[in-house]
């Protein structure tokens, strides 16, 4: 199978599996969300950052080292799997130690045992992380499904039973540990692949020298992504902490998934032409425009309608949140563009840059932070946003360097998918605010109505400007 066909092939499977893993969690948090209060899922909000580092940690970027490897023995895989389930470990005891001072941070005393239970997961996620490393080094997304929807159904209903029966805020706890287990259960049996427990120093030498820096880079931008509610979790409400992460969920719902999903592909794809500079270049090009074609009308047009999605989706008793979605609907158009960009850093081999341009940008974050937190949680927004933009600019220095694909063309490629995506949503932001002025129209045709109208026009003026992202993207859909 060609480089073309694989990309195809790798993209459909991985696209059903991070796609169909939503829909089942997205229809899942829309039951939970009606049971449970916002205080109970801004407990979880609290402890995410916990979770995210110790998740960073524990990979210490060996995953992406073993992806990069042509030659990648056995010997190598047990090497990092064995390290993988001595630091998961090792940070459960940490977390499990320390949960009293996290809770008392927050001021919240049920964090101790919530903590405690929840960072199991750590424990179970390590048994499965090289079986997921080698599949998708091998662009074998289907099997990656077939073990990861079943375990979010039956631990979905698990999590909604335990909701009806009373259990608040630990039915997401062991809904958690409930599809850890199955996934990585799923995972084994699935896998032809079984550690020969034998460690190498040489080989963890070798893949911590590249991992390390992946590693510390990592852990400095999930420390920041979750930030936020570690600072509204510490200043503010629980309440307003599950509403900042139920805003943040939802616009991660088209976001991140299109991302990872083209980035599990991606990756290793890019790995195979790294050394061929003018192919690297076009295929990220084309991609990134692809994902930016997709991305930006779904957030401009959810984001028009943010108060009556909120309303039907998950209750009236979500309101607050709808407007701190809109904001982030804004900064998610430019997440694409971070994560390429360092993709290049990746495959390259340029961990070292990697890390370079981490330190850059969370420094500028943390002081636009800083200086917004005092104003409220809307200008801390508003800074997220201003920190994105300043970020895009400093990723794309060295892919500049590299591929000779600097800022300013690649704003140039995108600005038109933009503009179009904004003036898309302005007329759904109209739509939905005639239909508001008329009575009797039901909450479902406030939403879907702006939203089809918006659609349509979108991909009507994109094939009359002929916006070559959306030839792309019909050619993937079609197989062509």
Same mark, same amino acid.
Not at 158 to 180: E, I, N, P
Not at 271 to 289: E, F, N, P
Not at 332 to 355: A, C
């Given at each position: 199978?060609?480089? *073309?066909?694989?990309?195809?092939?790798?993209?459909?499977?991985?696209?059903?599996?991070?796609?169909?893993?939503?829909?089942?969690?997205?229809?899942?948090?829309?039951?939970?969300?009606?049971?449970?209060?916002?205080?109970?899922?801004?407990?979880?909000?609290?402890?995410?950052?916990?979770?995210?580092?110790?998740?960073?940690?524990?990979?210490?970027?060996?995953?992406?080292?073993?992806?990069?490897?042509?030659?990648?023995?056995?010997?190598?895989?047990?090497?990092?799997?064995?390290?993988?389930?001595?630091?998961?470990?090792?940070?459960?005891?940490?977390?499990?130690?320390?949960?009293?001072?996290?809770?008392?941070?927050?001021?919240?005393?049920?964090?101790?045992?919530?903590?405690?239970?929840?960072?199991?997961?750590?424990?179970? #996620?390590?048994?499965?992380?090289?079986?997921?490393?080698?599949?998708?080094? #091998?662009?074998?997304?289907?099997?990656?499904?077939?073990?990861?929807?079943?375990?979010?159904?039956?631990?979905?209903?698990?999590?909604?039973?335990?909701?009806?029966?009373?259990?608040?805020?630990?039915?997401?706890?062991?809904?958690?540990?409930?599809?850890?287990?199955?996934?990585?259960?799923?995972?084994?049996?699935?896998?032809?692949?079984?550690?020969?427990?034998?460690?190498?120093?040489?080989?963890?030498?070798?893949?911590?020298?590249?991992?390390?820096?992946?590693?510390?880079?990592?852990?400095?931008?999930?420390?920041?992504?979750?930030?936020?509610?570690?600072?509204?979790? *510490?200043?503010?409400?629980?309440?307003?902490?599950?509403?900042?992460? *139920?805003?943040?969920?939802?616009?991660?719902?088209?976001?991140?998934?299109?991302?990872?999903?083209?980035?599990?592909?991606?990756?290793?794809?890019?790995?195979?032409?790294?050394?061929?500079?003018?192919?690297?270049?076009?295929?990220?090009?084309?991609?990134?425009?692809?994902?930016?074609?997709?991305?930006?009308?779904?957030?401009?047009?959810?984001?028009?309608?943010?108060?009556?999605?909120?309303?039907?989706?998950?209750?009236?008793?979500?309101?607050?949140?709808?407007?701190?979605?809109?904001?982030?609907?804004?900064?998610?158009?430019?997440?694409?563009?971070?994560?390429?960009?360092?993709?290049?850093?990746?495959?390259?081999? *340029?961990?070292?840059?990697?890390?370079?341009?981490?330190?850059?940008?969370?420094?500028?974050?943390?002081?636009?932070?800083?200086?917004?937190?005092?104003?409220?949680?809307?200008?801390? @927004?508003?800074?997220?946003?201003?920190?994105?933009?300043?970020?895009?600019?400093?990723?794309?220095?060295?892919?500049?360097?590299?591929?000779?694909?600097?800022?300013?063309?690649?704003?140039?490629?995108?600005?038109?998918?933009?503009?179009?995506?904004?003036?898309?949503?302005?007329?759904?932001?109209?739509?939905?605010?005639?239909?508001?002025?008329?009575?009797?129209?039901? @909450?479902?045709?406030?939403?879907?109505?702006?939203?089809?109208?918006?659609?349509?026009?979108?991909?009507?003026?994109?094939?009359?400007?002929?916006?070559?992202?959306?030839? #792309?993207?019909? #050619?993937?859909?079609?197989?062509?």
């Amino acid at each position: 199978m060609n480089l *073309r066909k694989k990309t195809i092939s790798g993209l459909l499977w991985t696209f059903g599996q991070q796609f169909g893993a939503q829909l089942v969690g997205f229809a899942v948090s829309l039951v939970l969300a009606r049971i449970l209060i916002p205080e109970e899922f801004g407990l979880i909000g609290m402890i995410t950052v916990f979770m995210a580092i110790g998740q960073t940690l524990i990979d210490a970027g060996f995953s992406q080292s073993l992806i990069r490897s042509e030659g990648a023995s056995r010997v190598d895989y047990s090497t990092v799997f064995i390290f993988n389930i001595i630091c998961s470990l090792c940070f459960y005891g940490i977390i499990f130690l320390s949960a009293p001072l996290i809770a008392s941070f927050y001021q919240q005393p049920l964090l101790v045992e919530i903590l405690r239970v929840y960072s199991i997961s750590f424990v179970i #996620n390590a048994f499965s992380t090289i079986q997921l490393t080698i599949l998708t080094k #091998n662009l074998d997304f289907k099997t990656q499904l077939l073990a990861t929807i079943p375990s979010l159904i039956i631990s979905g209903i698990f999590g909604v039973l335990l909701a009806h029966k009373g259990f608040g805020v630990w039915s997401l706890v062991y809904m958690t540990l409930t599809r850890s287990f199955l996934t990585s259960l799923q995972l084994w049996l699935r896998s032809k692949w079984r550690p020969t427990f034998s460690f190498s120093w040489e080989s963890f030498r070798t893949h911590f020298h590249f991992g390390y820096k992946l590693t510390i880079a990592g852990l400095i931008d999930t420390i920041f992504k979750n930030i936020y509610q570690v600072v509204i979790g *510490r200043f503010f409400s629980p309440s307003q902490v599950g509403f900042y992460t *139920r805003a943040d969920t939802l616009k991660q719902l088209p976001v991140s998934n299109l991302s990872n999903a083209l980035n599990k592909v991606t990756y290793p794809i890019f790995a195979t032409i790294k050394d061929d500079d003018s192919r690297l270049k076009s295929a990220y090009k084309q991609i990134m425009q692809m994902v930016v074609f997709i991305i930006s009308p779904v957030l401009c047009l959810l984001g028009s309608v943010a108060d009556d999605l909120f309303i039907l989706l998950f209750t009236d008793k979500w309101l607050p949140a709808a407007p701190y979605f809109q904001i982030m609907c804004l900064i998610g158009i430019l997440y694409p563009l971070h994560s390429y960009n360092l993709n290049v850093l990746k495959v390259k081999g *340029r961990s070292d840059l990697f890390l370079r341009l981490e330190l850059y940008k969370r420094t500028i974050a943390i002081i636009i932070l800083f200086i917004t937190m005092p104003k409220g949680i809307f200008w801390m @927004l508003w800074g997220q946003l201003i920190s994105s933009c300043v970020g895009f600019v400093i990723n794309t220095y060295y892919t500049g360097i590299f591929l000779k694909y600097k800022a300013s063309e690649q704003l140039f490629d995108i600005l038109p998918i933009v503009a179009l995506a904004l003036g898309v949503g302005f007329v759904s932001f109209k739509i939905n605010g005639f239909c508001h002025s008329v009575s009797g129209i039901p @909450l479902f045709v406030k939403v879907s109505l702006p939203v089809l109208v918006g659609g349509i026009t979108y991909f009507l003026f994109a094939r009359l400007f002929k916006i070559s992202a959306l030839y #792309n993207a019909l #050619n993937i859909i079609l197989r062509k």
